[in-house]
């Protein structure tokens, strides 16, 4: 299923977004988690698949690989420990904080009372317990039923108190703002709601580093602008879309490139958002193997962005997001193996389905002319599921892309 987004628009970045979503402050987050122990001192690899790319029938594919942005293994790991420094930097306004010093654990004396929560399906939570370990505060992390135990097991390995309840993510959402408010603690979501929304905002605008790094990467030394007609972006409440998106857009202007949001099909918050005219709730069971991307509400703080710069919103089956996982994995031709969990390989399965059917394919002019960005916003989060999925472990992936690098230096 796809849908235009009728209020998309093709212009200057708007100063309204901008009081919003500012490369400035991306790049001052950037920055700040540059010295970080969990985050990797080197930009995320982009990919190009040329064979991939001559099999759908498009120009140029990439993909961003955030698999290697850090040991936690996602994007996530530039969204909450920014949050974080953040939100210690605003309760303690009076001190002179230095936000390198903060991230490496100097301030955890004055920091031994804070205890931040949040609701998670995984990725979102085990970032927050690594930031909240690496500060010197405490950290309670809420799951609900679908979160597998690998994920839990992940979590709490980071020194995280885990707190499990019988319902779904917007459930544990709920959940983890009512202890906040019995226990005096804060939280720290990458969600937003209603008089929730600084740190939603801090959150999204760590992301805007995979923006910048896309630019550094691929723009051509004459104009400093994404080589890219399209970039495929996962949905969930709508955070990294945005925090991608905005980037790119205050880049480009008028000449950015085509969004297009991709979501599970019983997930479709931001899908429904298009169509209502404003953030609203999913229509489906939200439960989804693409874990990473099972919200039932789209975050209004985000969709102040997206209903403006996506172009286009789609669905996909679960079925779709393990066939790009696989593919991903063993690329026909002679493309690098990619380790993409579920959620990670959404945009690209996106994609894939785009591509089996020309009529869609010409709506949203995907053509031998068109120059494609996707990206992996995860690797094997959950090594056994991923296994059980592509029928090998992610090491024996990793293994073959190795060999395939080696191959390419001889």
């Not at 805007?208 to 007609?229: D, L, R, V």
């Not at 945005?242 to 008028?254: D, K, M, T, V």
């Not at 493309?335 to 390989?345: F, Y």
Request: charged fraction near 20%.
């Amino acid at each position: 299923m796809l849908i235009a987004n009728p209020r998309a628009v093709r212009d200057t970045y708007p100063d309204t977004l901008r009081a919003i979503l500012d490369v400035e402050s991306a790049e001052q987050s950037r920055a700040w988690l540059s010295g970080w122990n969990l985050i990797s001192r080197e930009a995320t690899p982009l990919w190009t698949l040329p064979d991939t790319a001559a099999q759908l029938g498009i120009a140029q594919l990439c993909v961003k690989d955030e698999s290697f942005r850090s040991p936690l293994g996602s994007f996530k790991a530039l969204g909450a420990p920014v949050a974080l420094m953040r939100l210690v930097m605003r309760l303690w306004h009076a001190h002179d904080i230095d936000p390198h010093a903060l991230i490496n654990g100097r301030y955890a004396d004055m920091l031994t009372n804070l205890t931040v929560i949040s609701a998670t399906d995984g990725n979102h939570g085990k970032a927050l317990a690594a930031a909240a370990q690496s500060i010197g505060c405490h950290c309670v992390i809420v799951l609900h039923a679908n979160v597998s135990t690998e994920r839990e097991q992940a979590i709490a390995a980071y020194g995280a108190h885990i707190v499990r309840i019988a319902g779904n993510y917007d459930e544990s959402v709920e959940h983890a703002a009512q202890l906040a408010k019995t226990n005096g603690w804060h939280v720290v979501s990458d969600t937003s709601y209603d008089g929730y929304e600084a740190i939603p905002r801090d959150v999204m605008q760590g992301y805007g580093a995979i923006a910048a790094e896309i630019i550094e990467q691929s723009a051509s030394s004459m104009n400093a602008q994404p080589g890219f007609t399209h970039v495929f972006l996962q949905g969930g409440v709508g955070g990294l879309a945005a925090g991608i998106a905005s980037y790119l857009w205050e880049r480009a202007g008028a000449q950015r490139p085509r969004f297009i949001v991709v979501e599970p099909r019983q997930a479709d918050c931001l899908y429904q958002s298009a169509m209502a005219g404003r953030a609203t709730h999913a229509t489906g069971s939200v439960d989804s193997v693409m874990a990473g991307l099972a919200c039932g509400e789209a975050s209004p703080l985000a969709w102040k962005i997206l209903e403006q710069c996506v172009d286009d919103f789609m669905l996909i089956d679960d079925a779709d997001a393990v066939d790009a996982t696989r593919r991903l994995a063993s690329p026909s031709g002679g493309d690098v193996p990619l380790v993409a969990g579920e959620s990670g390989a959404a945009g690209f399965a996106g994609l894939c389905t785009l591509m089996r059917d020309s009529e869609l394919a010409r709506a949203v002019g995907l053509d031998e002319h068109a120059r494609v960005l996707v990206i992996n916003t995860e690797g094997a989060t959950a090594p056994a599921a991923y296994a059980q999925v592509v029928g090998e472990s992610a090491q024996e992936v990793a293994a073959r892309q190795q060999a395939w690098l080696q191959s390419c230096v001889r």
